[in-house]
Nanobody
């Protein structure tokens, strides 16, 4: 059974940092491209960053470029998102995604972790 479980969200002040983790199981992790998406209240879900199976081919949405860093540890089957210099506009539920895995819309998804940036 494919599982993607996010953690690391929380409340942080503007300018602060958080590190999200996504522990996966049920598939050969390093065979799949992985991604982080987010969905703010009242807005569509948007791609934040993605990364190839070997850790290369990294892409970011322009909004987070230079502030966020996606990475993966293929020995631990875990995906990460290091977020720095957070802004209130980064407030959203963040989702771990394997876009090419499974038959669901957009691939396979975690349940999400809430990130709130507020003073």
């Amino acid at each position: 059974q494919v599982r993607l479980v996010e953690s690391g969200g929380g409340l942080v002040q503007p300018g602060g940092s958080l590190r999200l983790s996504c522990i996966t199981s049920g598939f050969v992790f390093d065979h799949y491209r992985m991604a982080w998406h987010r969905q703010a209240p009242g807005k569509k879900r948007e791609l934040v960053a993605n990364i190839g199976g070997s850790g290369g081919a990294i892409n970011y949405t322009y909004i987070v470029k230079g502030r966020f860093a996606i990475s993966r540890d293929n020995e631990k089957n875990t995906l990460y998102l290091e977020m720095t210099n957070l802004e209130p506009e980064d407030t959203a539920v963040y989702y771990c995604n394997a876009p090419d895995l499974g038959t669901g819309r957009g691939g396979s998804w975690g349940q999400g972790t809430q990130v709130t940036v507020s003073s």
